[in-house]
């Protein structure tokens, strides 16, 4: 891997870090952080193929209270680099997979660890606040952000710096036992992401769309994109029949939305 190489993925890796706390551009996203690291490193298609199949595990995690969902950024860089090592390509993505899991796992550590060194960071923003001193309390943020961000970064280049042959080696020693085992479980923790989000999202507005799109995904013949454009369509209906029912049309009893209104009949 070459050093223009390096500097990007440690750059991604760091970029992941600090979304996993702002959430504003989704870099900590397996299917973001594994396509931009297989994009700067040559190997974009096992990146996408990678990014898309964790995004799957990934779809039901996140921090309810005082619970913190795996680290979904760390585990997505460091099986990303991980298998560009690996010298795999696409091949290697189950194997990637098997370690991402608990890399998601270890990766709770170094949350915990940087969470309680932003508690001084949070005191420092308090004195200065107290004095009416605004840029501090914006400088002592930015420190905290950094943090986040060398949470992921300085793991991802502990990474690179092993030797592309020791990661190929590790790899083609683990058992087949093992990797089999880690694939399985980790296709369980999908289907357990996918209850998450339906349940999150479950109305009885809602339910007829999921099952026609649980049915639509039975068709084979039918692709991704053409999936998504019915999903689409689908989403512009409802958008126009809500609006439809909440624009004067007369009924008294009526609540605004049609697919609810026909509901309440039953």
């Not at 308090?126 to 992921?152: C, P, S, T, Y």
């Amino acid at each position: 891997m070459s050093i223009i190489s390096i500097v990007l993925v440690v750059i991604v890796a760091f970029l992941a870090g600090m979304e996993g706390v702002m959430d504003e551009f989704q870099f900590h996203q397996p299917l973001v952080a594994c396509t931009l690291i297989g994009l700067v490193t040559g190997n974009l298609e096992a990146g996408v193929i990678l990014g898309g199949t964790l995004q799957m595990i990934a779809l039901g995690w996140a921090n309810i209270g005082a619970a913190i969902a795996p680290d979904a950024a760390l585990a997505s860089v460091a099986s990303a680099i991980i298998l560009v090592l690996g010298g795999q390509g696409a091949e290697g993505v189950s194997t990637a997979i098997a370690v991402a899991i608990p890399l998601a796992v270890a990766g709770l550590f170094l949350t915990m660890i940087v969470r309680t060194l932003s508690v001084a960071c949070v005191h420092r923003m308090d004195a200065a606040a107290e004095k009416g001193n605004f840029k501090g309390v914006e400088a002592w943020h930015i420190v905290a952000v950094i943090m986040q961000g060398l949470r992921i970064a300085i793991p991802a280049a502990a990474l690179l710096v092993i030797p592309a042959e020791t990661v190929q080696g590790f790899l083609e020693s683990m058992p087949a036992w093992l990797t089999d085992g880690m694939s399985i479980g980790g296709g369980m923790v999908v289907a357990v992401g996918y209850a998450m989000v339906i349940n999150m999202m479950a109305t009885k507005e809602v339910w007829p769309f999921f099952a026609i799109g649980f049915c639509l995904a039975a068709i084979s013949d039918l692709t991704l994109i053409a999936l998504g454009a019915i999903a689409l369509s689908l989403a512009f209906i409802y958008i126009k029949l809500s609006e439809s029912g909440g624009n004067g049309n007369g009924g008294g009893g009526n609540v605004g939305d049609p697919l609810d209104d026909i509901l309440n009949d039953y």
